[in-house]
């Protein structure tokens, strides 16, 4: 299988691209898929706190570029699971990224470690990161919330990658309220295909669960039972081809009232 290289994206900012990024990519390497995920936020990084390796980074993909360390230095093993590999950004990086000296990095690595997937996770802007990313990629996933605002971001997103010509681009429903309170005062499914004028990749519920998850640096893989780890599954089958109706396993909600049917 030839890899995929896939990036997470949006223009706005803690809509959970990084959430999105790090667990879609362990669901490839759940499904034994060698996968590199790349934190490709050179400003502000998060990955490495994500996955619960903020102590062992020592170099970083800002090293690699400038050709002070070889790639295999900068990449960390995802202590979890030996498919999961992690390359870490630099921290304030300054130089300005050469989307050539990037691509040829993924490619390096592509060969290097046989890899099946390269997952890049992006800052919530359309700066150079953006740029890099999504010129290597040849599929994007575009995340916006249950929110107007963060949906009118994913349509200037999605606008953007189709010009650049990334001709894959699905979206991500992220922080869906799956409770059914309120449905009427909130943007429905259909509504936020229709402004986004994407097509869907998957909904992943809020779950505050999460957040704890990610303050102990974890990722769902321990959570089998959630619907929130239902939800990545779900998208990593689609994007093998499957056909998976929204809300495949999820438990507890009313599917009929979220769907508005
Ligand atoms: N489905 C979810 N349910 C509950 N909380 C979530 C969910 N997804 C993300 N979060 C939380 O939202 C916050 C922002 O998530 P994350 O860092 O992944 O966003 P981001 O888009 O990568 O942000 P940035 O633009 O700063 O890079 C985090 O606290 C995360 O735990
Ligand atoms: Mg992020």
Known sequence: MACRVVTVTSFKGGVGKSTVAANIALMWAIAGK??????????????????GLENEVVHDSGDVLSGKVVLEKAIIPYPGNRDLLFLPAPFNFKNGIDKKAFSDMLEEAKEKYQLDYVVLDTPGSSGEEFSAAASASELAYIVATHSFPSIRAAECTGRELE????????????????SGRDVDKKPSVVDIIDKTALCLGGIIPYDSGLILMQDKGELIDKSEGLNV?????NIRQRAEGRNVPLFTGFRGINRKKLLNY
Not at 229 to 233: D, G, P, Q, S
């Open 229 to 233: 780890y239902k939800a990545f599954l």
């Open 34 to 51: 060698k996968t590199l995920l790349v934190d490709c936020d050179f400003r502000m990084r998060s990955l490495d706190v994500l996955l």
């Open 163 to 178: 010009e650049m010509g990334v001709a894959d681009r699905k979206l991500i429903i992220n922080m869906f309220d799956t």
